[in-house]
């Protein structure tokens, strides 16, 4: 493919596009639409800032808003999948490299430059404290939040794992899937309602529809960066850039939101929504994306989805245990997730 002939007009026009010269060189082609995904996500991390900005509770934006705008092009690459009948694998594959990155490298990184304490109101040194805390229920509602969404993301990859495994993930069990999410979002529906009413109604006020302009915009700009890129990865056979590891590179293009938002509030010192934003968005691809993609196609699961499930468990696990009991993240956890994520990265994508 030295370029791309099949790039007519309504080609173009279709993509989002329409280009003078009527084609366009392979080597310019994915970096004006990996641009286009950039100013989308901006726009829409942009938002999130200002609603931050007017009271949202930060784990509330991290769990209810936020997935949503980082997440969203982990929604559009299902939809692309669904229209033109894309493997199903690749939609577990892109959900589990999206996630794994998730809880190692984007919860690791912030744990090291600026750690992440998640209680707040007590030393995490004193072991007395600690082990008193584990029998304990967080009194703190960010605490609270945090392992609630944590014990969340379990259950979810504990529920898919247990579907998948026949070999299959079937339209029932999509349903079941996608009900689970809708019941988690409605939960933080309430609290953003009952938040609301206690700030007298300053939180859902008319701004929210210039807000939901841009937002807009920035979904149209992922949607036609993303399908472009499906279909330019789809059509090459060899090399990385490739068909073959379609599930990777979407995992990676569509986590760089999440690092953004990781880096930036573990660098405003927000440690309650770096962990509610990657957590959340986990959520986004595992339950939402494998049960409606499962609601139009029976999904198969790929060879490796024993070990990714048990991956995804440990790794949820072992931030329970630290949040819970020790009330952070501690930075010498973060050299251990960091580790974890490359030999994910040397043992899976060989393969």
Do not use: K
């Not at 890129?229 to 090399?239: F, H």
């Not at 030999?343 to 393969?351: K, S, T």
């Amino acid at each position: 493919m030295g370029q791309l002939p099949g790039w007519t007009l309504e080609r173009q026009t279709r993509m989002g596009i329409a280009w003078t010269n009527g084609t366009v060189t392979e080597a310019i082609a994915p970096w004006i639409y990996l641009a286009l995904f950039g100013l989308g996500s901006f726009l829409l991390l942009w938002r999130l800032e200002t609603l931050s900005a007017r009271g949202f509770e930060g784990t509330v934006l991290g769990a209810l808003v936020m997935p949503y705008c980082s997440g969203l092009g982990n929604l559009i690459f299902v939809y692309v999948l669904v229209r033109e009948g894309g493997p199903g694998p690749e939609v577990l594959t892109n959900a589990y490299v999206n996630n794994f990155t998730n809880l190692t490298l984007l919860l690791g990184l912030p744990a090291l430059l600026w750690g992440l304490p998640v209680a707040q109101g007590r030393s995490p040194q004193s072991t007395e404290s600690r082990f008193r805390w584990a029998r304990l229920w967080p009194a703190d509602r960010h605490h609270q939040a945090v392992v609630t969404t944590l014990l969340a993301v379990l259950g979810f990859t504990l529920t898919v794992w247990i579907q998948g495994r026949d070999g299959w993930i079937h339209r029932f069990e999509g349903v079941v899937l996608v009900g689970l999410f809708l019941v988690w979002q409605f939960w933080h529906v309430l609290e953003v309602l009952r938040e609301n009413e206690r700030r007298e109604g300053r939180l859902l006020g008319w701004t929210l529809l210039a807000d939901g302009v841009l937002l807009a915009l920035g979904a149209w700009l992922s949607y036609v960066s993303i399908q472009w890129l499906v279909d330019w990865v789809l059509g090459r056979a060899e090399g990385l850039f490739s068909a073959r590891y379609l599930g990777w590179l979407s995992g990676w293009l569509l986590v760089l939101p999440n690092a953004v938002l990781a880096l930036y509030y573990g660098w405003r010192g927000r440690p309650e929504v770096v962990y509610a934003s990657q957590v959340g968005d986990g959520h986004i691809c595992i339950p939402l994306c494998v049960g409606l993609y499962a609601l139009f196609y029976p999904l198969a699961v790929p060879a490796f989805f024993d070990l990714a499930m048990a991956g995804l468990c440990v790794a949820a696990g072992v931030h329970l245990f630290c949040v819970l009991v020790l009330g952070r993240f501690p930075r010498w956890m973060g050299w251990l997730a960091l580790a974890a994520y490359v030999a994910f990265v040397h043992q899976g994508l060989p393969r």
